[in-house]
DNA sequence: TAGATTGTTAATCGATTAACAATC
DNA sequence: TAGATTGTTAATCGATTAACAATC
């Protein structure tokens, strides 16, 4: 039980991820099942689209790269939403799964740091179609303050506070160098953001009850190179590769 | 679109990872800590920086964010490369981790689809530093067929298969819509690609042997946006947040 | 020696998987 | 009823963590 005003700053309970936090109902999700959720919701899109209405746990999980043992396992924890000897509505499904993760409604969204890749997530079109509104753009470059990108201004970065107060946005994106990501991080969770997807490559440091995740480009890229030095033997080190 | 015949599922679990292939040495190294051994690189590289010649596991955790016991334990699977009552050497400790992973040198990388997102790709300095160099942009758009980006001049894609043999490419990164993805990663592996970076939002199948990874920014945010649905109880869904 | 910190053990926790009873 | 497929159980596997003996 927490009687948390909801207010600015909101420095949310303690725990978030773990209990504490009251919960609608008493439904404890997995983190590994969490993660994947996205993913069937995803999956049941394309189904849609191609005018399947229903699918078995196999299809879906065909559809989705995981094993159907695994997905019904992940789906149970949501409730019973399919039908013994039939399958699931994929529709019904894609409702449950949208409503479980919160992207039934669009969550306002900011992006800081307007370069290359700011500039790319501004223009990333899959944002609306899943359940995130791009609100904002900020960056601290005056020189860029007069530019226009996918549509919306860009704004000086001391206009945050003014922003996520307005339009009530709870998730911030961090597309700067390594160097102000933790700057911006901790200007964002006191303007009262307490969600933070940064692509910075630093670690950065928040309060408890804000979370952070972390998508880093020559982290993913070292991950990949250290199974593929493990695949072909012989030759020095890299450099080798496939001769075909 | 991809209905393609599920030859494998995503990710190329076990099979890959473990055994079959030869290893130069029998170390087992479990993937958690796999994908780790980046985010200690980085710190270590960050403290050369600082004129930092020595650490602790405690100092190292907490630069890298994680515990020093977790630390510890994915240390010692490389081996014993601290001193007791002293701690690391930070510039040993670091060759060793870059050796294991595999990036004492570079490794030719590719990039196809160079629209917003892969020129951003393509021009993020961190590769080279990171043990990596992106050798060829690819896109099948003529009208990009003249253009420079980040030095590089945007190839067609039919020239795929003669890059990849011409400069011992073993890891590609794909940045088209969902919808080329999966022929994209076909014709990678048909040319010799073997790992591959997939920034498009759709699953695809290669055949085992082929390691892929997936960055999708909007599951990414899909994860943040329930734990933060959670967070903020009472108002209806999103659209809450700071009311200031 | 006394203090510090590693490398490792063992207990715990969480995630995956196969198998199958429930049931449409 | 017979066939199909879910939802759940239980066994297994892998990852995390605290604690501490080894040792600098």
Redesign the interface.
């Known amino acids: 039980m927490n009687a948390?005003t909801?207010?600015?700053?909101?420095r949310?309970?303690a725990a978030?991820?773990d209990g504490v936090?009251?919960?609608?109902a008493g439904r404890e999700i997995p983190e590994a099942t969490?993660?994947r959720?996205?993913?069937y919701?995803?999956?049941l899109h394309?189904m849609l689209e191609?005018g399947i209405s229903t699918c078995s746990s196999e299809e879906l999980a065909?559809?989705?790269?995981?094993?159907s043992a695994k997905l019904r396992k992940d789906l149970s924890y949501l409730g019973s939403y399919g039908t013994r000897g039939v399958g699931y509505d994929v529709d019904y499904l894609r409702y449950q799964i949208a409503r479980?993760?919160?992207?039934?409604?669009?969550?306002?969204?900011i992006i800081v740091g307007i370069?290359?890749?700011g500039?790319?997530?501004a223009?990333?079109s899959?944002?609306r179609s899943?359940?995130?509104r791009v609100v904002a753009l900020l960056d601290a470059d005056p020189a860029l303050s007069e530019k226009v990108v996918a549509g919306l201004p860009v704004r000086p970065f001391a206009e945050l506070d003014a922003i996520?107060?307005e339009q009530?946005?709870?998730?911030g994106v961090i597309a700067t160098p390594a160097e102000a990501a933790q700057s911006v991080a901790d200007e964002m969770v006191g303007?009262?953001?307490?969600?933070?997807?940064n692509f910075a490559?630093?670690?950065i440091?928040v309060p408890e009850?804000v979370?952070v995740?972390k998508?880093?480009?020559?982290?993913?890229?070292?991950?990949?190179?250290?199974?593929?030095?493990?695949?072909?033997?012989s030759v020095?080190?890299?450099?080798?590769?496939?001769?075909?």
């Open positions: 948390t909801p207010s600015a700053g909101g949310t309970p978030t991820v936090v009251t919960r609608s969490v993660a959720l996205p993913v919701l995803r999956a394309a191609r065909v559809a989705a790269g995981v094993n479980e993760i919160g992207v039934t409604q669009d969550w306002p969204v370069g290359n890749l500039h790319a997530l223009n990333y899959g944002f899943r359940g995130f996520v107060a009530s946005v709870a998730i303007a009262g953001i307490t969600s933070i997807l490559p630093s670690v440091a009850g979370d995740r998508v880093d480009l020559s982290i993913e890229l070292q991950i990949l190179a250290y199974h593929e030095q493990r695949k072909t033997p020095s080190e890299p450099e080798q590769g496939a001769s075909a």
